[in-house]
C-alpha cells in the first residue's frame, strides 16, 4: 500500500500562482510514476501532469503545457506541482496519484493509489 497526502491548495486571483505537494508513504519502493488530475463539479477527471519516478520524464496535458511544472524529490519521496499563470478553468479538486505498473500514464486507469485531493479555487 502507498499513502499520499496532498497540501498547498487555496485561493487565488487569476493570474497568480500556486505550488501543490504530495508526499507518498508506506511501499514506496514500488513507485513507477507519479501524476496529478483534476476534478471539476460535474466533470470527470482529467489528466494534468505526470512524471517517471525514475528516469523524471514529464507529460502534460495541453491545457496546462507551459503554465504548470511537476518535479520530484526521490528523497523526500514527494511530488510537486507548480501552477503559474492561472485562470479560473482551473478551478477544481486536484489529486495526486501514484502508479506502481506504468509509465506516463494519462488515463485514471492507469494510477492504483489515490490522495484525498485539495481544492484549488481561482478568482477572476
Known amino acids: 500500500q502507498v499513502q499520499l497526502a496532498e497540501s498547498g491548495g487555496g485561493l487565488v486571483q487569476a493570474g497568480g500562482s500556486l505550488r501543490l505537494s504530495c508526499v507518498a508513504s508506506g511501499r514506496t519502493f514500488g513507485i513507477a510514476a507519479m501524476g496529478w488530475f483534476r476534478q471539476a463539479p460535474g466533470q470527470e477527471r482529467e489528466f494534468v501532469a505526470a512524471i517517471n519516478w525514475g528516469g523524471g520524464n514529464t507529460y502534460y496535458a495541453d491545457s496546462v503545457t507551459g503554465r504548470f511544472a511537476i518535479s520530484r524529490d526521490n528523497a523526500k519521496n514527494t511530488v510537486y506541482l507548480q501552477m503559474n499563470s492561472l485562470n479560473p478553468e482551473d478551478t477544481a479538486v486536484y489529486y495526486c496519484?501514484?502508479?506502481?505498473?506504468?509509465?506516463?500514464?494519462?488515463?485514471?486507469?492507469?494510477?492504483?493509489?489515490w490522495g484525498q485531493g485539495t481544492q484549488v479555487t481561482v478568482s477572476s
Open positions: 496519484t501514484t502508479s506502481t505498473w506504468k509509465l506516463g500514464g494519462r488515463s485514471p486507469r492507469d494510477y492504483n493509489y
